[in-house]
Nanobody, 123 residues
Framework: QVQLVESGGGSVQAGGSLRLSCAASGRTFRLRGMAWFRQAPGKERDFVAAISWSGGSTYYADSVKGRFTISGDNAKNTVYLHMNSLKAEDTAVYYC????????????????WGQGTQVTVSS
């Protein structure tokens, strides 16, 4: 079993920055791809960014490209999401996800999920 725990959420003003962390524990050797998704009230869970451990490749949704950066620290089994130039439309619960295959962009692609952390951007 793999456990994922997100942290770092909070409330910021538009234009501000936050760094989210996702700590993985358990059978972490099973993980090949990691990602961040987000879900606003009444909306679908949307892809934000993903990273492949083996190749180091990263992927971003168009809405966050150039503003968000996903990175990983393999020694700490931790994935980060650096969020800059935050906008009100970035407000959502952010979820960390992991899969045993390489990265995907659909929620159904992923095998493990964290509990989510709230990010609120005030305009």
């Amino acid at each position: 079993q793999v456990q994922l725990v997100e942290s770092g959420g909070g409330s910021v003003q538009a234009g501000g920055s936050l760094r989210l962390s996702c700590a993985a524990s358990g059978r972490t050797f099973r993980l090949r791809g990691m990602a961040w998704f987000r879900q606003a009230p009444g909306k679908e869970r949307d892809f934000v960014a993903a990273i492949s451990w083996s190749g180091g490749s990263t992927y971003y949704a168009d809405s966050v490209k150039g503003r968000f950066t996903i990175s990983g620290d393999n020694a700490k089994n931790t994935v980060y999401l650096h969020m800059n130039s935050l906008k009100a439309e970035d407000t959502a619960v952010y979820y960390c996800a992991g899969r045993e295959l390489r990265v995907g962009v659909r929620p159904s692609d992923y095998d493990y999920w964290g509990q989510g952390t709230q990010v609120t951007v005030s305009s």
